[in-house]
């Protein structure tokens, strides 16, 4: 087992306990971790291709967007900002992976 085998399990462990004794903090820490992707999401789509946006894609893709970061349960925002990826992929979007 090398180092980087032992700081993952560590990081696991942490997470599972946190979940387990600090299940409030760790919402709020699932919650920021979602909001920076969301908000890296959100970047990206205004300098790539917002412009290139039908009137009524953009009307929806604000729409969507505002009532995602709204959103205060983790799963339900994860799955939310997978929709979201989904949608404009329907427009015919691409995102870059992670």
Known sequence: MNWFDIVKIDRE??????????PNEMQ??????????MKKIDDYVRENFY??????????YDMFYDTTIKET??????MARRSLISMLRSFGYELPRR
């Open 73 to 78: 349960d983790p799963e339900k925002f994860k």
């Open 51 to 60: 412009d290139k946006m039908e009137e009524h894609q953009q009307k929806y």
């Open 28 to 37: 709020e820490f699932y919650l920021d971790k979602n909001l920076k992707r």
């Open 13 to 22: 462990e942490a997470q599972r306990l946190g979940d387990k004794y600090a």
